[in-house]
């Protein structure tokens, strides 16, 4: 499994925008699809957006078109640049990695970043 550190999360205002960063280890991190969730307060965790090794892209309805889902490969590193944010995407925001081979069933999970969207 890899191991991954999120970062990026912050106070932002309505409206504004912020780039999250998930790094990981390993040396396979290319192969694994990789994605990010969120747990807002009294809500049920949900996925915000996925990429898979080939680096095709898919977003929840929530976050389509206002969130983009990135990686770098030679960083190590996943990205998820959030647009016209709003109160109800304040939540913990978590970095997940799918096995290559066993794909969710074998999920690696980061610590999680807070990100408050208030005035």
């Known amino acids: 499994q890899v191991q991954l550190v999120e970062s990026g999360g912050d106070l932002v205002q309505p409206g504004g925008s912020l780039t999250l960063s998930c790094a990981a280890s390993?040396?396979?991190?290319?192969?694994?699809?990789m994605g990010w969730s969120r747990q807002g307060p009294g809500k049920q965790r949900e996925l915000v957006a996925s990429?898979?090794?080939?680096?095709?892209?898919s977003y929840a309805d929530s976050a389509r078109g206002r969130f983009t889902i990135s990686r770098d490969n030679a960083k190590n590193t996943v990205y998820l640049q959030m647009n016209s944010l709003k109160p109800e995407d304040t939540a913990v925001y978590y970095c997940y990695a799918d096995h290559p081979i066993y794909g969710s069933g074998s999920r690696s999970w980061g610590q999680g970043t807070q990100v408050t969207v208030s005035s």
């Open positions: 990429v898979i090794s080939l680096g095709n892209t």
């Open positions: 390993g040396s396979a991190f290319r192969l694994y699809a």
